[in-house]
Structure formats: structure tokens, C-alpha cells
């Protein structure tokens, strides 16, 4: 009898595990190869975890189960090669404790969980000779040319024995927002940075991967031909005189492993780069390597996840929020809740799918959270009243909406192509601080602007005096604050060429790129504008398709005219300073608080005026790290005694 009914248990769980297979496996598919998101990533791991433990306790693992993959399916048409050596994921925990567990009386490297694509890349003569992804961890693509223009990666080092060593490819926050702003569909937009970064990599034109910005950091050393290491932090140490930005790392024991997790946590927010958790790694390496391995997992290193805190609110209102593109997004308006230190009142629910499959309605009891403690979002809905509409008008417009459907994602449009809405964005930017730096002028006051019809295109920002009697009666608006508007505008009629070319908001074009075309032009806005596809090509950080993107730009008449216009208003400066040579050569390192300057960008715009590079770590090519507690412990300090670079204060680097 006992038999029988752990057979009809078995049977259950059967049916379970094989339904939680293909959910996952959906989900996987569509987060990895389709660049789209159908699940919040909480409750992918709370549908993994479930699925684990049905198959410890059934003793029973389908081969298409997602716990037996440790990477994605090559599909490209990128050459493919084999690993010599499966490459495993890692095991993983949520409990501060079991990771105290793990360490123990050893002593450990913590690091953050880079949320990119893995790389392999062999060195032989000095030289990059070959770059693997990781692919399913058996085979991989080859990506040699598209590793050799990312950002931050040496061609060359200084060793000529063979090196393999494996890194995370990455493509930062603020690279990013910066890219899906000059995609116009919203189809097509990337969900995140780890899928932007895939399709960058994995691309057969490396110039495309060139002008996303891909970044690689180095988290393993596999072999170096002829030289030995003793620990991973020697290891890391070397790869970074060798010029390898390394993963941000630090030093652990048992004792330690609490506070250390905590630091990572307060720092995630300021983290540039994309991270999903935290890479713990013994740091004695024979001592790791005489542990072994499992069928998966290494045993000298775990990945630890966040434990994500969660909060139950109620929603209160479906926000829904027009773009130029024409998309309309739900956002969540709910009661709001301390999460990681902050309150927090919204989230965005995506599109009309997601919305629909965590079934909002007004009222509902919700459990909101922040993925990888950054983005607020809604794990799951406790009331489930499924009750939310979806409006049949643009709340910007007011015409008629449109429900699209794309590979199963439904999104809600408005397709009047005279929407305001449609233009506040490029408003919004044209008036942003890098750009023409007009104070006052809010995304929400554009749209009062523009929805009674006083600014059409950019130029009546600047004649936005005329209109003194309409705007001191708009709510929140009064003499003082016309007054106040009035003159920033007339402040921001004087502007250099670089402001007023990012202002005009060319698709791939941010603040630096534009920078270098005023620098190579010498600040003559008539040389900038009559550029050719090969003068642009020639700036060195001008790709291809960027200087496309430039040169249909100013052939475009409609452009031109309203470029036109502008220039009526404004007055560029053709002043040009000839970057000074007193620090060429020389790469400064910045860490700690500052006394004498604003900030850390204040100070590298003074380093790179006289031609020299500021980096974000310290190594071999440093010149001088400049940190104020000079005498300190840090990480940096360390770094820059043992190779021998100078630490000095702001007064010192003032002094020379």
C-alpha cells in the first residue's frame, strides 16, 4: 500500500516537474535568445527552486530540465569550437549563513556576479589570439574580432606565454539607456543590459559591437604558460599589471563574509555595471582544486543570490504612460513601502501581458520587491481581481489606442503621429542639462507647453516670452515663475557647439561623441555640419554607423531646417582650447572624497584638459593614484604601494 501511493506521489510530481520545465524553459528562451521578459526574475527563481526540489526528492531529472543546462544555445552563425573542459555554473545560496558555512576558516575572494556574457580569451605571444563565448558550456562561438573592440580590453600584454583567462562581457547602465534611446521602436528596444550585450558580442559585424560600448572584466585566470600562483588574488593582481580591468574583489573569512556582504549591498546602487549577485572563491587555489567538482558545480567557489526584500502594499492606480515612440506603458501606483533603504510608490509593469498574467486590478493586495536591489517591481499579486482596463484612448492625445501583438507580447500604441507625446522626449533631452541646460523646464511642464500649443519645435522655446499672459495662468505657474523661465532661456541662448549638437538628439551620438567631433572641428559648427561619412570615420570613437546616423541627419531637409531656425536663436561659441601636454602620457586613478573640487568629473575634465586619462582601477600603467587619506588601508592604496605608484593628495597633484 505505501508503494503504491509513493508511486501515485511520484506521479504528482511528475506532472509538476514536467509543467515547470516548460514554463522555465519558455521563460529561458525568451530571456535569452528573444530579448523579451514573460516572468519577473522572482519568480523564475521561486519556479527553479521548486523544480530543484522535486528532483532531490523524487530522485527523478528529465533531460530537458533547466537545472542540466549551465548556458545558453549557440544559434548564430558565428564559428563554433568546443570547450577543452566543460565550463560549470555555479551553485548558489541566498543565506548569509550558509556562505559563512561554505568559507569557513579559509579565506576567500568576494566579488559581484557580473550579469553579461562569459568570455574566454587565449593570449600567445603577447597578442589576443582567440575569444570563445561560453555558450552551453560544451561549445562555444567564436567572437575574436568583436573581443578586439571592446572597450577596455589590451590587444597586446606584456607576457608572451600563453594565457587563457575568463572574464564577463558587459555593457554598462548609462550605455544602456544611452543606446535604446536612439532605437525608435519600442519592439525593439532591449529589455536589459545582459540581453543588449549578448546581441552585441554575438554580432557578425564587429563594428556594431564597437559602438555599443561592450566591456570585459576579468574573474579567473586559467592558466598562464610557465608562471605559478599561490592564491586568486595573486592572480588577479597579475592580470591587472597586465593591463585587465579584473572584477571589483575583496578578501574574506567566516568572520568577515557578514560585513563584506553587506558593503556589496550598499554599494550596488553606484555599481555602473549590470551584477545579479555576489561570486565567492577560495582564495588558496591548490586548496580549491583538491576539492573537486560535482556533475555541475565546481566546490571552490558559490555564487551567493540576494535574498530580495519584499513588501505587501496596495495598488492603487494603473498609470499609463505615453512615449515618443508611440508605446503606451502601465505602470503600478501603489501605497508606498521602505525597500533597501528607499520608498518606494511605483513600478513598471511592462506591457499588457505581464499585467495580465500577474492579474491587477485596483484594490489588490500586492508583494512588490527590487530586482538585484535596483528596479522596484511586483512579485506576485495576493487578490488576483484581474480587474484593470485598458484604456481605448491616449491619456496624452486623446485618439483612438491600438492593442499589438508581437511573438506573443501584447503592447498598447497610440498611433497619431501629431501626439504630443511623441515629443516631449526629444524635448525633454534638448533642454537637459548636457544639452541646452534650460532650468524649469520639466518633462511635466513641456507637456503644458505643448499641449496649448505654444512650443512645436525648438526654437519657440526661446520665444516663449511672447506668451506671458497664457503661461502665468497655467496651474503652478506665476509671475516669479514665468520670470525665472524667461531667463534661463535667454542664459541658455549662449552655448558651445558640443552642447548644441547633443541637444538635436542624433540617434548613437551621447555627450563624448559629440565632444569629439567639436575637437576635431576646432568648435567650427559649419565644418561639423558639412562632415563626410570618411572624415567621421576618421575620429578616432566614430564608427560607421554612428557617422551614417550623422551625415542622414544633416542631409535630412526637414532637419536642416529646423537646425536652421535654431541658430537664429542661439549663439554658439567658437572659442577653441588646444588641449594642454602637461600630463600626456600619464593615467590618474581617483578614489575618496574630495576637498577642493565639486566632484570626481571636475577633476577628470581638469586631468584630461592637459592630455591626461583618468581610470577606474589602479594597475601596472597608473602614474599616480590620488586619494586624499593617503595613508589609508583601501583596496586602492594597497594596490598602488605594492606596484609602486605614488599616492598623493590634492594638494600634492595641484603642486605639479
Known amino acids: 500500500m505505501t508503494d503504491q501511493l509513493n508511486m501515485f506521489d511520484n506521479n504528482g510530481a511528475k506532472d509538476e516537474m514536467r509543467k515547470l520545465i516548460g514554463i522555465l524553459n519558455e521563460a529561458s528562451l525568451a530571456y535569452y535568445q528573444e530579448a523579451r521578459e514573460i516572468m519577473p526574475n522572482k519568480e523564475y527563481d521561486r519556479l527553479y527552486d521548486r523544480l530543484e526540489e522535486l528532483e532531490k526528492s523524487t530522485g527523478i531529472v528529465f533531460s530537458n530540465s533547466p537545472t542540466q543546462r549551465v548556458g545558453y544555445e549557440v544559434l548564430s552563425e558565428l564559428p563554433k569550437e568546443a570547450h577543452p573542459s566543460k565550463m ?41 589570439v582567440k575569444a570563445v563565448t561560453r555558450g552551453n558550456g560544451e561549445v562555444g562561438e567564436v567572437i575574436t574580432n568583436n573581443a578586439r573592440v571592446f572597450a577596455n580590453l589590451p590587444l597586446t600584454v606584456g607576457f608572451v606565454g600563453e594565457i587563457v583567462l575568463r572574464g564577463e562581457a558587459v555593457i554598462t547602465y548609462d550605455e544602456f539607456e544611452r543606446i535604446n534611446e536612439t532605437i525608435t521602436d519600442e519592439g525593439a528596444k532591449y529589455k536589459n543590459p545582459r540581453n543588449l550585450c549578448s546581441g552585441s558580442v554575438r554580432q557578425l559585424d564587429p563594428r556594431i559591437t564597437k ?52 558593503w556589496f549591498a550598499e554599494h550596488i546602487a553606484e555599481n555602473p555595471v549590470p ?75 511592462h506591457n499588457i501581458s505581464v499585467m495580465r498574467e500577474l492579474k ?112 502665468v495662468r497655467m496651474e503652478g ?25 547633443y541637444s538635436l538628439g542624433i540617434p548613437n551620438f551621447g555627450r563624448a561623441n559629440c565632444g569629439l567631433v567639436a575637437s576635431h572641428c576646432r568648435n567650427d559648427w559649419q565644418k561639423m555640419a558639412a562632415l563626410t561619412l570618411d572624415e567621421l570615420t576618421e575620429i578616432e570613437g566614430i564608427g560607421g554607423v554612428m557617422a551614417e546616423a550623422y551625415t542622414s541627419f544633416f542631409r535630412d531637409p526637414s532637419k536642416m531646417a529646423m537646425v536652421e531656425d535654431l541658430l537664429g536663436e542661439v549663439r554658439l561659441s567658437s572659442d577653441f582650447e588646444e588641449v594642454g601636454e602637461k600630463f600626456k602620457g600619464m593615467t590618474f586613478v ?67
Open 590 to 656: 581617483i578614489t575618496g572624497s574630495l576637498n577642493t573640487y565639486p566632484n570626481r568629473d571636475a577633476l577628470k575634465e581638469e586631468i584630461e584638459a592637459e592630455g591626461g586619462k583618468v581610470a577606474g582601477s589602479v594597475s601596472a600603467k597608473t602614474t599616480y593614484l590620488i586619494n586624499n587619506d593617503v595613508n589609508s588601508n583601501s583596496g586602492k592604496n594597497k594596490k598602488a604601494r605594492e606596484l609602486g605608484i605614488p599616492v598623493i593628495s590634492e594638494e600634492d597633484y595641484k603642486k605639479l
Open 88 to 128: 560549470l555554473s555555479l551553485d548558489k545560496t541566498k543565506d548569509v549563513e550558509a556562505l559563512k558555512a561554505f568559507i569557513g576558516d579559509h579565506e576567500a575572494l568576494m566579488s559581484w556576479k557580473l550579469d553579461g556574457l562569459t568570455v574566454v580569451l587565449t593570449y600567445d605571444g603577447g597578442r589576443l
Open 360 to 471: 491587477l486590478g485596483i484594490g489588490d493586495r500586492i508583494n512588490v520587491y527590487k530586482a538585484n536591489m535596483i528596479i522596484p517591481q511586483i512579485s506576485d499579486n495576493l487578490t488576483g481581481s484581474d480587474s484593470a482596463e485598458i484604456p481605448e484612448i491616449c491619456p496624452v492625445c486623446g485618439q483612438k489606442t491600438s492593442v499589438r501583438d508581437e511573438n506573443g507580447v501584447k503592447t498598447l500604441f497610440c498611433y497619431n503621429p501629431e501626439c504630443p507625446a511623441k515629443q516631449i522626449k526629444g524635448f525633454a533631452h534638448f533642454v537637459s542639462r548636457d544639452a541646452m541646460n534650460i532650468e524649469g523646464l520639466s518633462e511635466s511642464t513641456l507637456e503644458k507647453l505643448i499641449d496649448r500649443g505654444l512650443i512645436r519645435e525648438f526654437a519657440d522655446i526661446f520665444r516663449i516670452s511672447g506668451h506671458h499672459d497664457e503661461i
Open 477 to 501: 505657474f506665476g509671475e516669479l515663475s514665468f520670470r525665472n523661465l524667461c531667463d534661463a532661456v535667454e542664459k541658455a541662448r549662449d552655448a558651445s557647439p558640443q552642447a548644441f549638437l
Open 275 to 349: 551584477s545579479d549577485g555576489l561570486v565567492v572563491s577560495f582564495d588558496d587555489i591548490e586548496y580549491g582544486r583538491s576539492l573537486g567538482v560535482t556533475a555541475k558545480f565546481p566546490r571552490d567557489s558559490i555564487a551567493f543570490k540576494w535574498q530580495d526584500e519584499t513588501a505587501e502594499t496596495t495598488l492603487r492606480e494603473i498609470e499609463w504612460s505615453a512615449s515618443r515612440t508611440g508605446l503606451i506603458n502601465p505602470v503600478a501606483i501603489f501605497d508606498p513601502v521602505e525597500l533597501e533603504g528607499t520608498t518606494v510608490s511605483r513600478a513598471s509593469v
Open 211 to 262: 559602438a555599443r560600448g561592450v566591456k570585459f572584466f576579468a574573474f579567473s585566470l586559467v592558466s598562464a604558460e610557465g608562471k605559478t600562483f599561490v592564491t586568486r588574488e595573486e592572480q588577479f593582481d597579475w592580470l591587472e599589471s597586465l593591463g585587465f580591468n579584473v572584477v571589483e574583489h575583496r578578501k574574506v573569512t567566516g568572520n568577515t563574509t557578514e560585513e563584506n556582504v553587506r
